[in-house]
């Protein structure tokens, strides 16, 4: 419960992040904001990891990052660029059961009925949060915002899988310099430089959006996916816009629709039902481990007399 509860704290960080960007920072700069995101928060975690890359772990690394963190982010501002409100949201919505089901087959963890059941009313959850009337879709803004879900969706599976030998901060500052470095150059081809120096405001903003939402949220994040089955930090990731709803409520003093107050109840409805399969399970393996090791112990110490 206390690994779910560090994991929760990320999507909640990232809940933070739509008021921040429309507010504190520059606006009509996506791919800059995503690397000054990235970019220092990955160089921050080195310097406290103290631990460079090696073997393998230099292409790895380098997947993880375009996967997790340039891939993702960039599908995700072409999605919000191109699709009415909350649309983007919605389809990227479906990236719990994705994880669910790449881990099913690439980690041999067990996909119920339980898990789908809960993806399903997650992503109805999200839809009635978030969703509005709108008119006709962008297939380019469709077809990004479910290669972002299924971008990040590989990514936490893959980094899962491969990072078992090392610590999790360690794993995340790589990723994220090498995301970083690759939104860097997508900024140098495709984005240009803002006109006008940044505000204080702006510096502010970049500051929180670097060290809190992201340096802090993907560190707890990631050590969260490695302690957890791949599937519930993914479904955490479901309590992200029900934060945005509730921080937009706040600000523009708004009361929630009763279609609003449904899904978040879905979400809530989603996220326990996966824990409920899973951390009842982990402490009974706890207790088994904790009741053999006093057993053995016990043993031990008669030997011993």
């Given at each position: 419960?206390?690994?779910?509860?560090?994991?929760?704290?990320?999507?909640?960080?990232?809940?933070?992040?739509?008021?921040?960007?429309?507010?504190?920072?520059?606006?009509?700069?996506?791919?800059?904001?995503?690397?000054?995101?990235?970019?220092?928060?990955?160089?921050l975690?080195?310097?406290?990891?103290?631990?460079?890359?090696?073997?393998?772990?230099?292409?790895?690394?380098?997947?993880?990052?375009?996967?997790?963190?340039?891939?993702?982010f960039?599908f995700?501002?072409?999605?919000?660029?191109?699709?009415?409100?909350?649309?983007?949201?919605?389809v990227?919505?479906?990236?719990?059961?994705?994880?669910?089901?790449?881990?099913s087959?690439?980690?041999?963890?067990?996909?119920?009925?339980?898990?789908v059941?809960?993806?399903?009313?997650?992503v109805?959850?999200?839809?009635l949060?978030?969703?509005?009337?709108?008119?006709?879709l962008d297939?380019?803004?469709?077809?990004?915002a479910?290669?972002?879900?299924?971008?990040?969706?590989?990514?936490?599976?893959?980094?899962?899988?491969?990072?078992?030998?090392?610590?999790?901060?360690?794993?995340?500052?790589?990723?994220?310099?090498?995301?970083?470095?690759?939104?860097?150059?997508?900024?140098?081809?495709?984005?240009?430089?803002?006109?006008?120096?940044?505000?204080l405001?702006?510096?502010?903003?970049y500051?929180?959006?670097?060290?809190i939402?992201t340096?802090?949220?993907?560190?707890v994040?990631?050590?969260?996916?490695?302690?957890?089955?791949?599937?519930?930090?993914?479904?955490?990731?479901?309590?992200s816009?029900?934060v945005?709803?509730t921080?937009?409520?706040?600000i523009?003093?708004?009361?929630?629709?009763?279609?609003?107050?449904?899904?978040?109840v879905l979400?809530?409805?989603?996220?326990?039902?996966?824990?409920?399969?899973?951390?009842?399970?982990?402490?009974?393996?706890?207790?088994?481990?904790?009741?053999?090791s006093?057993?053995?112990?016990?043993?031990?110490?008669?030997?011993?007399?």
């Amino acid at each position: 419960m206390r690994a779910v509860a560090a994991t929760a704290v990320a999507p909640i960080l990232w809940g933070t992040t739509y008021i921040t960007s429309t507010t504190l920072l520059l606006a009509d700069h996506p791919l800059l904001t995503a690397t000054v995101r990235a970019l220092p928060a990955g160089i921050l975690l080195l310097l406290i990891g103290r631990r460079l890359p090696h073997g393998s772990w230099w292409w790895k690394a380098a997947v993880l990052g375009a996967l997790n963190i340039a891939g993702f982010f960039a599908f995700l501002f072409i999605a919000a660029d191109r699709l009415p409100g909350g649309v983007a949201a919605v389809v990227g919505g479906i990236q719990p059961l994705l994880v669910a089901v790449l881990a099913s087959r690439l980690l041999a963890e067990k996909l119920t009925g339980r898990v789908v059941a809960a993806g399903a009313a997650g992503v109805t959850g999200v839809a009635l949060i978030v969703l509005r009337a709108a008119g006709g879709l962008d297939a380019i803004g469709v077809a990004a915002a479910l290669l972002g879900a299924v971008s990040m969706a590989l990514g936490v599976v893959l980094t899962k899988a491969w990072s078992h030998d090392h610590p999790p901060l360690v794993v995340t500052a790589w990723q994220l310099i090498a995301g970083g470095l690759i939104l860097a150059a997508l900024v140098a081809v495709f984005e240009p430089l803002p006109e006008q120096p940044p505000t204080l405001t702006n510096i502010a903003g970049y500051a929180y959006l670097t060290l809190i939402g992201t340096a802090l949220a993907y560190a707890v994040w990631f050590r969260g996916v490695a302690a957890l089955p791949a599937r519930v930090p993914a479904f955490l990731g479901l309590l992200s816009p029900v934060v945005a709803l509730t921080i937009g409520g706040l600000i523009s003093r708004e009361t929630l629709t009763p279609t609003q107050v449904c899904g978040v109840v879905l979400v809530f409805v989603a996220v326990a039902a996966v824990l409920a399969g899973e951390v009842p399970r982990g402490s009974r393996r706890a207790l088994v481990s904790a009741e053999r090791s006093g057993i053995d112990r016990g043993r031990i110490g008669n030997r011993d007399v």
